[in-house]
Antibody
């Protein structure tokens, strides 16, 4: 059974960079079939797609976050990473790691999520 | 404001049927992109409920069904149960944004 587990600091200061890692176990991260991405959910609010990366290395981001977000995949470590620069309080959210088969398909596996608060 | 519009809340009594709508536009649902639905129980990650407009992943009861027409889609839940109380989200792809989009979510209350 595929499992995704997010990890990273639970508190980040304004203007700094948020860095999260998602460790994939129980399945291959190297398959050319899948995309790996990040979704976030501010407290009490809805889901927001941040971006995704294909096995070939192509990345796709929500336009409003493109200038600040970077997604990468380290197949040797079985990890997917997210970096979000110049954070503000509006970036406070639960961040989920996710897997999907193409840019337009549903997300079949989700991590449990990790809460990141942006505060001084 | 979400690109896909859902009602903030719906409710129904046990055993009843409820539907949740998801309205998009010509750059997403109306362009032919598939709609997917998720169920999010309190304090947990979303779970894929319906994919490709009307397909259920293994393990999802057939009480849940999806449909799509024009620029809208719907999730129907029949034989409502207390355990169905959750938030439900629709998702699709938008060609203008060149990325995935979610509806604002609908809170289902079982009376």
């Amino acid at each position: 059974q595929l499992q995704l587990q997010e990890s990273g600091p639970g508190l980040v200061k304004p203007s700094e960079t948020l860095s999260l890692t998602c460790t994939v176990s129980g399945g291959s991260i190297s398959s050319s079939t899948y995309y790996w991405g990040w979704i976030r959910q501010p407290p009490g609010k809805g889901l927001e797609w941040i971006g995704s990366m294909s096995y070939s290395g192509s990345t796709y981001y929500k336009p409003s976050l493109k200038s600040r977000a970077t997604i990468s995949v380290d197949t040797s470590q079985h990890q997917v990473s997210l970096r979000l620069s110049s954070v503000t309080a509006a970036d406070t959210a639960v961040y989920y790691c996710a897997r999907h088969k193409s840019r337009a398909t549903g997300i079949d596996y989700w991590g449990q999520g990790t809460l990141v608060a942006v505060s001084s | 404001q979400s690109v896909l519009t859902q009602p903030p809340s719906v409710s129904g009594a046990p055993g009843q049927r409820v539907t949740i709508s998801c309205t998009g536009s010509s750059s997403n649902i109306g362009a032919g992109y598939d709609v997917h639905w998720y169920q999010q129980l309190p304090g947990t990650a979303p779970k894929l409920l319906i994919y490709g407009n009307n397909n259920r992943p293994s393990g999802v009861p057939d009480r849940f069904s999806g449909s799509k027409s024009g620029t809208s889609a719907s999730l129907a839940i029949t034989g409502l149960q207390a355990e169905d109380e959750a938030d439900y989200y629709c998702q699709s792809f938008d060609s203008t944004l060149s990325g995935s989009i979610f509806g604002g979510g609908t809170e289902l209350t079982v009376l």
